[in-house]
């Protein structure tokens, strides 16, 4: 009987703690993303990487979007995918920039 009441409240604890994963995983990987998104704007990589500036922009507007409607693996994951867009454009600005033709020197 005590054997199944402590397990009864191990489960219990065990499904308290993992219920509040999804949303502080969420809102940290969308805040690491803004952070990611701000560097790559630092390096006017909307300029010099208009497509991993873009996709990185609309990637972390949809995690806030699924953030809003309290799904937040999709969150997360549309977070995660902002990241590893402005980082792609924050290493292409750097590296190898993209020159606006249209655009005189």
């Known amino acids: 009987m005590i054997k199944q009441r402590v397990l009864a409240f191990l489960v ?3 499904l308290a703690l993992m219920s509040g994963c999804g ?3 969420s809102t940290s990987n969308i805040e690491d993303a803004k952070d990611a998104l701000e560097k790559a ?4 990589a909307a300029e010099r990487a208009p497509y991993e500036y873009t996709m990185a922009q ?13 799904q937040f693996g ?12 402005a980082n792609a454009a924050a290493e292409k600005a750097e590296k190898d920039p993209w020159q606006n033709p249209l655009v005189g020197e």
């Open 23 to 25: 949303p502080i995983m």
């Open 74 to 85: 999709y969150s997360a994951d549309y977070a995660k995918k902002a990241i590893e867009m």
């Open 12 to 14: 219990l604890v065990m």
């Open 41 to 44: 704007t630092a390096l006017n």
């Open 58 to 70: 609309e990637y972390l507007r949809k995690a806030d979007e699924l953030w809003g409607y309290s």
